[in-house]
């Protein structure tokens, strides 16, 4: 009887500590194809994602419900990320083309190590495990599979995994930039732009988002910025004009939040 009680109090430290261990975030596929619902305060989109570290791309084809603008449709927006930290948003219905320097490559597979685990909750139907990184997004993966299932980033605006396909990438064409991305005058064309290119604010930013991996304290000082409010607006207009999100994160002084998604926290 005593050798009982003992094995019971012996084994029931061990089972309390598997209770109350927290899993491990989850860990993206090599490669994958994702449908998304995305609601940005009412402006709503079905966006392809493709994922393809291997390749070092990632690609958004987004279909938003108000392409037109001024009565114009302006047709789906394609955001092609490089690993060397270049971005082009291109409208093939528009001939357009707009490229940023972001200055970071893409999210790495494990871009969620670190991040807060909040417990779970059943989301679109799915039981999840709940995560919190960079107080930039908060993530939703499927308990046992590890599957996304929804992500809402720090503005609100939501993001719901219609479907999800594991490693497989698109074609080749798919990944092709148009001719027009090259040509200096349609790529540039726009005053926004090209006042973005050149001002002195920009290349702080990018270098900003390139060389610190610590918190967004960091920049705190970002409105002291030789023309930041010009700036401001511009990024701001771009936003009407339905452009990825990611440009409204230089609007919070967010280079550094996503150069610690893409990059990691700070060393310590």
């Given at each position: 009887?005593?050798?009982?009680v003992?094995?019971?109090?012996?084994?029931?430290?061990?089972?309390?500590?598997?209770?109350?261990?927290?899993?491990?975030p989850?860990?993206?596929?090599?490669?994958?194809?994702?449908?998304?619902?995305?609601?940005?305060?009412?402006?709503?989109?079905?966006?392809?994602?493709w994922y393809?570290?291997?390749?070092?791309?990632?690609l958004?084809?987004?279909?938003?419900?108000?392409?037109?603008?001024?009565?114009?449709?302006?047709?789906?927006?394609?955001?092609?990320?490089?690993?060397?930290?270049?971005?082009?948003?291109f409208r093939?219905?528009?001939?357009?083309?707009?490229?940023?320097?972001?200055?970071?490559?893409?999210?790495?597979?494990?871009?969620?190590?670190?991040?807060?685990?909040?417990?779970?909750?059943?989301?679109?139907?799915?039981?999840?495990?709940?995560?919190?990184?960079?107080?930039?997004?908060?993530?939703?993966?499927?308990?046992?599979?590890?599957r996304?299932?929804k992500?809402?980033?720090?503005?609100?605006?939501?993001?719901?995994?219609i479907v999800?396909?594991?490693?497989?990438?698109?074609?080749?064409?798919?990944?092709?930039?148009?001719?027009?991305?090259?040509?200096?005058?349609?790529?540039?064309?726009?005053?926004?732009?090209q006042?973005?290119?050149?001002h002195?604010?920009?290349?702080?930013?990018?270098?900003?988002?390139?060389?610190?991996r610590?918190?967004?304290?960091?920049?705190?000082?970002?409105?002291?910025?030789p023309?930041?409010?010009?700036?401001?607006?511009?990024?701001?207009?771009?936003?009407?004009?339905?452009?990825?999100?990611?440009?409204?994160?230089?609007?919070?002084?967010?280079p550094?939040?996503?150069?610690?998604?893409?990059?990691?926290?700070?060393?310590?």
């Amino acid at each position: 009887m005593v050798l009982r009680v003992c094995v019971i109090f012996a084994c029931a430290p061990v089972a309390l500590s598997a209770q109350t261990a927290d899993p491990s975030p989850p860990i993206w596929p090599q490669t994958f194809h994702a449908t998304l619902f995305q609601n940005r305060s009412g402006n709503l989109a079905i966006v392809d994602l493709w994922y393809d570290w291997p390749g070092g791309r990632n690609l958004n084809l987004i279909h938003s419900q108000q392409d037109d603008q001024g009565g114009v449709n302006q047709g789906p927006l394609y955001d092609i990320e490089w690993q060397n930290g270049t971005t082009y948003y291109f409208r093939p219905m528009m001939q357009t083309c707009k490229p940023i320097e972001m200055g970071v490559g893409i999210l790495t597979p494990d871009w969620l190590n670190g991040a807060k685990y909040l417990g779970t909750e059943i989301v679109d139907l799915y039981n999840c495990t709940v995560w919190a990184k960079a107080n930039f997004i908060t993530y939703y993966a499927e308990i046992g599979t590890n599957r996304p299932v929804k992500w809402t980033f720090f503005d609100g605006m939501t993001e719901h995994l219609i479907v999800y396909e594991p490693n497989t990438t698109a074609s080749s064409s798919t990944w092709q930039l148009p001719r027009y991305c090259f040509d200096k005058e349609s790529s540039w064309k726009s005053a926004d732009m090209q006042t973005m290119k050149n001002h002195e604010t920009v290349p702080k930013v990018v270098e900003l988002a390139k060389s610190s991996r610590a918190h967004a304290s960091e920049i705190d000082n970002f409105e002291a910025f030789p023309g930041h409010p010009q700036i401001r607006a511009i990024f701001t207009r771009m936003i009407r004009q339905s452009l990825h999100t990611r440009i409204h994160m230089y609007g919070t002084g967010a280079p550094t939040i996503l150069a610690e998604l893409r990059l990691g926290p700070n060393p310590k």
